[in-house]
């Protein structure tokens, strides 16, 4: 019995790494939402705006910010969902662990296949969350040149 409570006590020390994985995956998601959120809400309110302007320089303005919002959105979206499917590779890596461990059978290549795809899902999503926030840095660059006009 001692042996498989020393197994156990292994595998949870092994399981350690990937879980402090999600919870960074988690911290990310987290910030990730909430600029998802304020980026609707800026777009509801352009969208609104867009509406009412009748001067055409400014309805043409708030139209390219609009479409901005919308690119934006899409990223955080495509970025949002490349971190919840690394978390779920992650997951599964964690699960495979403690079932070979029980079942003793060997994962050991597919706990390797799923951690890797899982790094490349975390890549990917931090290179789109990286484009998202040039792109509203971008956004602001233009809004500043036109103050300093």
């Not at 988690?26 to 990730?32: D, I």
């Not at 320089?57 to 479409?67: H, I, T, V």
């Not at 003793?104 to 990286?130: G, K, M, N, R, Y």
């Amino acid at each position: 019995m001692s042996s498989s409570v020393t197994d156990l006590a292994q595998i949870i020390q092994i399981v350690v790494a990937p879980i402090f994985m999600l919870t960074g995956i988690a911290g990310f998601l987290n910030v990730m939402s909430g600029r998802l959120g304020r980026i609707v809400d800026r777009a509801r309110i352009m969208e609104r705006r867009v509406h009412t302007i009748k001067n055409p320089d400014y309805l043409e303005q708030s139209e390219k910010e609009l479409k901005n919002l919308w690119r934006r959105i899409t990223l955080i979206n495509r970025s949002i969902g490349l971190c919840t499917a690394c978390a779920l590779f992650v997951c599964s890596v964690v699960v495979l662990l403690f079932l070979g461990d029980f079942l003793v059978i060997d994962f050991s290549q597919t706990i390797v296949t799923l951690f890797v795809i899982a790094l490349f899902l975390l890549i990917f999503a931090l290179l789109t969350f990286l484009k998202e926030v040039q792109l509203a840095t971008k956004t602001l660059q233009m809004g500043k040149e036109l103050i300093d006009d």
